[in-house]
C-alpha cells in the first residue's frame, strides 16, 4: 500500500513508496550529486553552512570572497579534508566585469555553474537620521544588484542545460522594520521581488528560483541582537544557527517544484 489516509484526510507516504513516486519535474535520491554551486559571500556564517552543506551533499562548490582570502581558504580546505570538491573565487560581485570573470574562472576549474546561491551582503546600521545616499547606494549595490549580475550571467547556461537552482539569501527585514536600517529594509524587499520576477519568467526552462530568508541567526554579523536577547524574544525562545539556513537551501535546491518562494527561516518571528 502506498500510504493512508489520516482522519484530517491527510496522506502519509511510506518511504519505499515516495522512491517509487515518478521523478518529472522532481529531484529525487542523488539528483544534486556531481552538480558545481557558487556561493557568494562564502566565507563566514550562513555563507559558509550553505558551502559546506552543499559539499557534504555531493555538490562541487566555488567560495566567493571579496577581501577574506584566507577564510575562504579555510573553507576549500575544510571541503577538501571531508572529500568534497571546492575552490575560492575572488570577485566583488557587485561589479560586473568582476562577476564575469568569476564565473569564466568557475567554469574552467569545476565547470558550468548548475546552482547559484546570492548571499553576498553588507548590513551597515544606520538610524533614519543618519542613513546617507552613499549608504543606500552601497546597499542596494552588495546587497541587490549583486543578485541580479550573478544571476544574469549563469542563467544562459542554466537555460540552455534544462536545469537550474537559484536561491537569494534575503531577511526578515523584508518584512518588517529591522534594527538596521531603511536601505537594508529595501535591499532585502528588492531581492524577493527579483526572485519572484524570475521564477516567472525561467520555470518552464527547468530553473527554479527562490528566497531563503532567515531571521535572527548566530552569526558574527548578528552579535548585537544576541547582545540584546531578541533570541529570547522569538517562540522557540533562541536565535537560529548558520546550519538550519543551510539545511532551507538544501531543501529548496533539491525540489524542482518550489519556485518563486520565499522560505522563512526565523523561529516563528513572522506571527509575534
Known amino acids: 500500500m502506498i500510504g493512508c489516509v489520516t482522519a484530517d484526510h491527510g496522506i502519509h507516504l511510506t518511504w519505499s513508496a515516495l522512491q517509487r513516486l515518478p521523478s518529472d519535474g522532481m529531484d529525487v535520491d542523488n539528483a544534486v550529486n556531481g552538480r558545481v554551486a557558487l556561493v557568494t559571500g562564502g566565507t563566514r556564517g550562513i555563507g559558509r553552512a550553505i558551502a559546506e552543506a552543499l559539499a557534504g551533499a555531493g555538490i562541487a562548490v566555488a567560495v566567493n570572497y571579496r577581501s577574506r582570502k584566507d577564510e575562504a581558504a579555510e573553507v576549500v580546505g575544510g571541503i577538501e579534508r571531508a572529500g568534497g570538491r571546492a575552490i575560492a573565487v575572488g570577485a566583488d560581485v557587485s561589479v560586473s566585469a568582476e562577476v564575469d570573470a568569476m564565473i569564466e574562472q568557475v567554469r574552467g576549474e569545476l565547470g558550468e555553474v548548475d546552482i547559484l546561491i546570492n548571499n553576498a551582503g553588507i548590513a551597515l546600521t544606520r538610524d533614519v537620521a543618519e542613513v546617507s545616499e552613499d549608504d543606500f547606494d552601497r546597499t542596494l549595490a552588495a546587497n541587490l544588484k549583486s543578485a541580479f549580475l550573478c544571476t544574469q550571467a549563469v542563467l544562459?547556461?542554466?537555460?540552455?542545460?534544462?536545469?537550474?537552482?537559484?536561491?537569494?539569501?534575503?531577511?526578515?527585514?523584508?518584512?518588517?522594520?529591522?534594527?538596521?536600517?531603511?536601505?537594508?529594509?529595501?535591499?532585502?524587499?528588492?531581492?524577493?521581488?527579483?526572485t519572484r520576477g524570475y521564477a516567472a519568467r525561467v520555470g518552464r526552462d527547468g530553473v527554479t528560483v527562490n528566497a531563503v530568508s532567515p531571521g535572527p541567526i548566530d552569526t558574527e554579523m548578528a552579535a548585537p541582537l544576541k547582545a540584546a536577547g531578541v533570541g529570547e524574544q522569538l517562540p522557540v525562545g533562541r536565535m537560529g544557527t548558520p546550519e538550519e539556513v543551510a539545511a532551507a537551501v538544501l531543501m529548496v535546491v533539491g525540489n524542482g517544484f518550489v519556485t518563486g518562494q520565499t522560505v522563512g527561516v526565523n523561529g516563528g518571528r513572522d506571527f509575534i
Open 156 to 194: 544562459p547556461g542554466m537555460r540552455a542545460r534544462g536545469w537550474g537552482r537559484i536561491v537569494n539569501i534575503s531577511s526578515a527585514a523584508a518584512r518588517i522594520g529591522g534594527a538596521v536600517g531603511v536601505h537594508y529594509n529595501a535591499s532585502k524587499a528588492g531581492l524577493e521581488g527579483l
